[in-house]
Each structure stands twice: as C-alpha cells, then as structure tokens.
C-alpha cells in the first residue's frame, strides 16, 4: 500500500499531464494490436511496422511476469505465440526471452522475442507514436506507472483493460473511450455531424468485425468526416485517410536516388524497415552503386528483407568491376548463411579486400570448402586476407586448421615483433604512421586467427590457446594472452595440469590469467587445486586458497583450517577462504 501511495503522490506533485488528445486537423490512424497481419502481434518489430505505416496510436497488451517484468502478450499463454508452453503469469521473463515468438506466423519472421514494455516505450518514443496500453493482467497498475514516469511516456498512452488501480493512482488517466465515439462502418455524415456537436470526437472501427479489409468502407467514413480509423490492416487504413504508404515509399525512393550520400543511405536503410512491399529490385540497382557505402546500405537491406531475399539476384553484383560491389555481395551472401559453393570460385579474387569480405563470409555459409583452396591464402600479403583465410579454414577444414593456424599465428607474432624490433634499431621515439599501420593490420590478423582457434574443438588447439595465454610476454602480446584465456575456461576441466603449472610463473600477468581461468573453469579443476594447498610455492599456495574460495569448494575447508591453525604467513588468507566457501554453501 505504501509503495501504491508514493507513486501516486508523486504522480499528483509532478502534476502529469492528462493522457493525449487526437490531432483534429486530420483522420487519425489507430492500430489494433500492432501491425498483427503483417508482423506477429506484440512484436518490437510489429509496433515499428504500425509506426511505420502511418499509425498516430498503437494498442499493444501487457502481462506481468512470475519475476514482475512487464512484457507485451495478449493471450496469457504461450502456445499460440511462442515455442514455448504455459502462462505468461506462471513464467519467468528469462524463460520468456529465450522463446522464438515469430515463427509462428512464418519462418521469415524467425527470431522475435518476447518484448519488454519499457522497450516498447522506447520505440514509440523514436518513431513519434501514441500507446493505447490494453492491461490483461490485473494488479499491475504501479509497475506499469512508474515505468511510464521513468519514460517519460505518461502523457502518450491511455488505458484499457484492467485499469482500475492506474485510475485511483493516476487520477487524470484516461481510456481509449473518453471524449470519443466508437461507431463501426456505414455511419453517415449526419451521425458523425450529430457527435462533433456533443463535442465528441468520432472513431469508426474496423477491427475485429467483418469490415477488417473494406477499404472502401473506410474511405466512405473518412468521407462522412470521421476523426479517425481504427485497423488491424494499417496500410488500408492509411490508404483511406489518405496518406498511402506508397507515398512514403515514393519520397524515400527518390531521397535514394537524388539525395547526398549520406541521405541516401539513411532512405535506404528506413525502406529496408518496410516488410512486404515490392523493393527487392531498387535493392539490386542500389547494391551496384559506386559508392561503397550506399552499395552496402543496399546489401543490408536486401539481407533484411522478407519474404528473404532470393540468392540468384546477387549474382550481377558477384561479376560487377566494382570491387566493393563484389565485396558486400559476398557479405548479404555471408549473412543469409547462403551455400558455401556460390562464393568458392571468390578465392581466386584479385582485390585483396574483396577476397577478405568472401573468406569471412565463408566462414558463416554451410557446405564443403576444400583446403587447398584456403591454404595457400596464409601467404597473401595482406594480413587480413590470411586472419580472414584463418576463420574460414576452421569452418570448413578443422583438421587442417588445427594444424595451420597455430603456425601461422607464430609467424604472425615472430612478423610484429620485426615491427617492432626494427623501430629500435631506427632509434624508437614515436611511432610513424607506416609503423602504426603495420602494428594494427598485425593485430588485428592475430584475433582473427585466435578466433580460428576458438573454434576449433580438438586437443592441438586447446594446446595452441594455453601457448598463447601462457607464452609471449612482450606488452604489444598482452591482448593475445588475455583473449586466449577467456576461452580456455570451457576447455580446460578435464586437463588442468598446464594451467595449474602456470600459478608459479615468474610473470604476474600469466599467473593471474591461470589464476582467473581455474576460478571459472568449474569443479573439474578442484582435484589438482587441492593439492597446490600444500605447495612449497607461497605464490602458488596462496593462489590456490583464492580459487577454492571463489569456487567455494567445500572440500577444501579440512586444509584451510588446518593451514589456519598454524597460525602462520597464510592464516589470514586461510581465513577470508573459509569464510568466502561457507558464505557460498546452500542453506538448510
């Protein structure tokens, strides 16, 4: 009661202002449940479509969580609009948010996700819309006010559903029916004329009756002076009000082909947004634009598009002179997960950049890439081109990768530490920019081939990942060791003897990295720590307290107490570690 009490007084101090009012200078476009028949309903994407539209005010439901999370949902259970089962209610939000709630209404809306209502707010926020919130779950009034006072949002919605507590809260709330009248299709000029002089606004509804697609019927309401249209088919409704959306469609089309650079990349990448409409073939032309980035707005946009984007209109843009065309043909191709066999013919590629783009793509496309098609790429001269020929080999030919991509990676460190001797030998100071190009093209090569290694599953790179994380100690070597460890932490439970080893290196940074490695490598690790509580190595001794306490092993209090009890150089260590361990034991 005290937490509905505050937030209804503070409601009344900020003197919030009252829920939003319609715009009488034009028919108003109100949707139904977001754009529901083009996108799944509730969808983040769902509420940018009616937006995008023409829709001035979006309906969307909300449900409370098991864990108190606001989320969008109309039904209440999941079966009809996720892959899941159960009630929202009954479900925890990280449940939830690992549901796929598109497929249902097609594959090519695979991947949606359960929507969070302050991300919702967010969007309406971007795109200038109106809320009517349709509340299904009862009781949830002050989450869903303090959220929209967190937001900013509460002069932009209005209520319905079970509201009841946001009214007592939030006295100057307002639902969809205040001032209005709700009429369905057929109403005349003399019933619309009849309300305005109540000083009513007049609302005709064609959702959920027969009249869901009477384009024609809607226009005869506009034409009988309407103030706005309530749909579940937003684009007739638009198209009755009388801002088609092929207008919008029209004017950015021409933004892209007339604007400067960057507007027309912002018309394309606000077209790709649009789903259903006819645009593959502006994509197209747009993909073999000159510019670079304009070529690739277009790449993104068609890999976005759906329904997806058929692979044959790419293969103009593989054959195009212009090599960035050809490079982000091979991305979008990259990115669709396209056959590995439409880009292997690209390993031939002149363009070293080309070649780079179609190696990393490769490394996303099923299929078979031999390795003698990959192999000789770790001798290009461009660094990019053997990190990219790295990823690609480990996607297609592990066995082989297994073997290449450690070597490689040597001679990549034996190659920047020349780099670095040499500017020595010239007299060190400030780094030339030639220099500084030759360091970062390096660097960058070696995440890539860590990346390669990354992938790969089998012992050899296991071994070449702990050489990385325990070996190089040059400080321009450092990223190289910190990003090798991170992925031995799923790696190395079952054989821990290396890193075990290297809590008695000399060099701080590699014993804290085997330090941190067994803190998060899990139970399987324990056996070997154990022992090292008896090391006659202090530093490793010490550090192998630490790791049992942070993993909160209780096995190891028999010898933390008794290292305790020798009241000697390790007591207190001894002590914070059997504290830490019984603060992480499972109550009664």
């Not at 999370?69 to 892959?83: A, M, V």
């Not at 690209?346 to 780079?356: A, P, W």
Request: aromatic share 6%; glycine share 8%.
């Amino acid at each position: 009661m005290r937490k509905n009490m505050g937030i209804a007084i503070a409601l009344l101090v900020a003197g919030a202002a009252p829920g939003y009012t319609m715009q009488a200078e034009r028919v108003e476009l109100l949707c139904h449940r977001t754009a529901n028949k083009d996108v799944p309903e509730n969808a983040l994407e769902s509420l940018e479509q009616a937006a995008l539209l023409g829709c001035d005010v979006v309906e969307i439901d909300l449900r409370r969580t098991l864990d108190g999370k606001i989320i969008l949902n109309h039904d209440g259970f999941l079966e009809r609009l996720t892959d899941g089962s159960g009630e929202v209610e009954t479900t925890f939000y990280d449940d939830l948010r690992m549901r796929d709630a598109g497929s249902w209404m097609g594959e090519r809306f695979a991947g949606m996700h359960v929507v969070l209502f302050e991300d919702a707010l967010h969007l309406a926020r971007e795109r200038d819309i109106r809320l009517i919130l349709d509340i299904k779950t009862k009781g949830i009034g002050t989450d869903v006010l303090r959220i929209l006072e967190r937001e900013g949002m509460l002069h932009r919605v209005q209520f319905n559903g079970e509201w009841d507590d946001v009214k007592k809260l939030y006295p100057a709330a307002t639902d969809a029916g205040e001032g209005r009248a709700w009429v369905q299709p057929g109403v005349s000029a003399v019933q619309v004329e009849a309300y305005h002089q109540q000083g009513k606004m007049v609302i005709a509804n064609f959702s959920a009756n027969d009249h869901q697609m009477d384009l024609f019927g809607m226009k005869a309401a506009v034409a009988a002076g309407v103030d706005g249209l309530n749909v579940d088919y937003p684009r007739l409704g638009a198209d009755a009000a009388g801002r088609p959306v092929e207008d919008k469609l029209r004017a950015l089309e021409h933004s892209a082909e007339t604007g400067d650079n960057d507007a027309r990349i912002r018309a394309i990448l606000e077209l790709a947004r649009y789903r259903g409409f006819p645009l593959e073939a502006q994509f197209v032309r747009w993909l073999m634009d000159d510019n670079p980035q304009v070529s690739r707005a277009a790449a993104l946009a068609l890999v976005e598009a759906r329904p997806q984007t058929q692979l044959a209109v790419f293969s103009g843009a593989l054959q195009s002179t212009h090599p960035d065309v050809r490079a982000n043909a091979a991305w979008a191709l990259g990115a669709m997960q396209a056959p590995s066999s439409l880009l292997v013919p690209m390993l031939k590629e002149g363009d070293s950049s080309v070649l780079q783009e179609a190696l990393i793509a490769l490394s996303h496309m099923p299929g078979n890439v031999p390795a003698e098609l990959v192999e000789p790429l770790f001798a290009n001269a461009d660094p990019a081109v053997r990190g990219a020929a790295a990823v690609a080999l480990a996607r297609h030919q592990p066995q082989a990768a297994e073997k290449f991509v450690p070597e490689q990676l040597s001679r990549e460190i034996t190659a920047e530490r020349a780099i670095y001797a040499e500017h020595v030998r010239a007299g060190g100071g400030k780094f030339l920019q030639p220099e500084i190009d030759r360091i970062v093209a390096s660097y960058r090569c070696q995440m890539e081939m860590l990346r390669a290694l990354q992938m790969l599953e089998g012992a050899a790179a296991t071994r070449a990942l702990e050489a990385q994380t325990f070996g190089p100690t040059e400080d321009y070597l450092l990223p190289n060791g910190d990003v090798a460890a991170f992925d031995l932490w799923d790696r190395v439970g079952a054989e821990p003897a290396i890193v075990v080893l290297a809590l008695a290196s000399k060099q701080i940074q590699q014993a804290d990295r085997a330090e941190w490695v067994l803190i998060h490598a899990g139970a399987g690790v324990l056996p070997q720590v154990r022992a090292e509580l008896h090391s006659d190595d202090p530093g490793v001794r010490r550090r192998a307290m630490q790791i049992v306490a942070w993993q909160g092993d209780a096995a190891s209090l028999t010898a933390l107490h008794a290292i305790q009890a020798e009241q000697g150089p390790d007591a207190q260590v001894a002590a914070w570690a059997i504290k830490k361990i019984e603060s992480l034991q499972p109550g009664p």
